[in-house]
């Protein structure tokens, strides 16, 4: 089950914001776990070298980083010219690179809503458009195409009342579900499934380090307690819930499922604490 050997996997945001398991990490790491050879990018050295710790440790040596702005074309272009370079093929591509900045209409300036756009949503459009190539050319040689994940967030879909406002990341992350979608259909008959991972709230790095700032919340802890209450299974979940879902949908197992989303968030969108309380 869920074996990846053979495979070449490129990851775009494959480090974490800090130290600790970010979902792009942990996704690297599973991958190569279950035997991928994986090439990561990501726009901070510091965060592929945390990454390659990471691979060390566990002795995985199927792995090269490269410092790349996945908003950068040219650059995305290098990148998986390399990865070709060295590993000869790329069989999963996964869309990681991500995050939100505050802020409604007004407040938002245009700048920082242009950022938005292109961390979200650009970075994942140009990660299919150099690889997506590569992956059509396989199918033709050899009848195995790839298979592409993209991390979506349920910021997309779900505004709660007093909550945090963010209407960038709810935007290009919505964008980013339907360009999924789009891309799926379009590749359908080439040999590429395109699918979307829904992530909730997580207990990332980025919670302690970027969250508590922005929210103005005293502590991480108070701010994971807060956000734990929200989530109808009772907990946030962490890189790892991500990872395992990156991996099923890129691998042979996920064959016959294409355009779609699988959203891994606790029960977040379908309902509330409170409503299964009350039950
Ligand atoms: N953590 C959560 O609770 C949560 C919830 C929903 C969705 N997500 C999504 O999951 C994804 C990853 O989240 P995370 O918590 O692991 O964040 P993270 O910030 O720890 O990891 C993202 C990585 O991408 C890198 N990066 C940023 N801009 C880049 C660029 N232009 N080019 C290349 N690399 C770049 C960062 O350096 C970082 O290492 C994002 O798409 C995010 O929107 C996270």
Redesign the pocket.
């Known amino acids: 089950m869920l074996d990846l050997t053979g495979k070449v996997a490129f990851v ?2 494959a ?3 800090a130290d600790g398991w ?3 990490r942990a996704t690297a790491v599973l991958l190569a776990r279950q035997g991928a050879r994986v090439f990561g ?4 050295e510091e ?1 592929l070298a945390g990454t390659s710790a990471m691979m060390n440790a566990e002795g995985l040596e199927n792995w090269l980083g490269r410092r ?4 950068a074309s040219e650059e995305v272009r290098e990148a998986v010219d390399d990865c070709i370079r060295h590993f000869g093929r790329i069989d999963i591509l996964v869309n ?5 900045a505050p802020g409604d209409p007004v407040s938002l300036s245009e700048e920082d809503w242009d950022k938005q756009i292109d ?2 949503l650009k ?1 994942a459009f140009l990660g299919c458009k150099h690889v997506l190539p590569h992956m059509e050319r396989q199918f033709q040689a050899d009848g195995k195409g790839g298979a592409i994940v993209n ?1 979506s ?1 349920i910021a997309s879909m779900s505004y709660q009342v007093g909550g945090r406002v963010h209407v960038g990341y709810a935007a290009s992350k919505a964008g980013l579900e339907s360009f999924s979608r789009a891309t799926a259909i379009a590749y359908v008959r080439r040999g590429v499934r395109v699918n979307t991972v829904v ?4 207990d ?4 302690s380090h970027r969250l508590t700032k922005q929210l103005g919340v005293g502590s991480a802890e108070e701010l994971v307690a807060k956000r734990n209450a929200l989530v109808p299974i009772g907990r946030m979940g962490n ?1 790892w819930d991500v990872a395992n879902a990156v991996v099923f949908l890129a691998s042979d197992e996920a064959a016959y499922i294409t355009a779609t989303q699988l959203v891994v968030d606790g029960g977040v969108t379908a309902g509330r604490p409170g409503a299964i309380e009350n039950n």
């Open positions: 775009a945001g480090g974490s914001v970010g979902n792009g990018t990501d726009s901070s965060a790349t702005d996945m908003t990681n690179v991500g995050g939100s961390r979200n970075t991390i967030s992530v909730g709230m997580m990332t790095p980025l919670v890189a």
